[in-house]
């Protein structure tokens, strides 16, 4: 399960697209509303050191430094080159991170489960401010903006047909993320969720036949 934030590639180094967390210590401590910011920051502006951290985040520098030493443990940033003193600059180690969707083990299931809700409620919290923030927006951004829901019945082949269909949608897109000559005059960041979960509010002829 891939959290979508976009990541700014350090110069002369090639960033890989992903990293992967399994170990339940790992998806547990990058739950943490903090770290999350701060991962999702060194993606889009990094790098930078724990002072610019906290300016960006309103967090005191000590409690900045103390999650990214925690991130760091667990492979999620890195020190980068171009420190003055004990000012070190950090950096991202991946464009996104994904964790597993189910899993055998238990330990894991329940803090994928724990990750998976953390990154919906902060989903939700950016959705907020961007409608907040929309009335100053042009005309034309806001007649573009997408708000809605669909609900489709599908088998589960089905839905991750569906998913499957929508990365292929986004894949030229993302391509403008590392490189800027290929952004169109007048192209701005735009955030694309991509939700689907079986909705148990709405009761279905398996659920009648279970009963």
């Known amino acids: 399960m891939p959290e979508n934030e976009t990541a700014a590639t350090p110069p002369g180094a090639e960033q890989p697209r992903s990293i992967s967390l399994t170990d339940p210590r790992a998806l547990r401590a990058y739950a943490h509303p903090t770290r999350m910011a701060l991962v999702g920051l060194l993606r889009r502006s990094g790098p930078f050191t724990a002072t610019r951290a906290a300016e960006l985040t309103g967090e005191s520098v000590a409690s900045c430094s103390y999650h990214l030493r925690i991130l760091a443990k667990y ?14 600059p950090w950096r991202a ?35 907020l401010r961007a409608m907040e923030d929309r009335h100053r927006l042009p005309r034309e951004w806001r007649e573009a903006e997408m708000f809605g829901d669909s609900l489709l019945y599908l088998t589960p082949d089905e839905l991750a ?16 993320e590392s490189d800027p000559s290929l952004r169109p005059e007048g192209a701005r960041p735009v955030s694309v969720l991509r939700i689907a979960y079986l909705d148990r509010d709405i009761p279905d002829e398996d659920d009648d036949r279970e009963e």
């Open 161 to 176: 047909a569906f998913g499957r269909r929508i990365d292929e949608l986004l894949r030229p897109y993302e391509v403008r």
């Open 75 to 88: 492979g999620l940033v890195e020190e980068a080159s171009g420190g003055r003193g004990r000012e070190k």
């Open 93 to 127: 180690t991946a464009r996104y991170t994904e964790w597993p969707k189910d899993s055998e083990d238990a330990a894991v299931a329940e803090a994928a489960d724990v990750l998976s809700a953390a990154v919906a409620e902060r989903y939700f919290e950016r959705v």
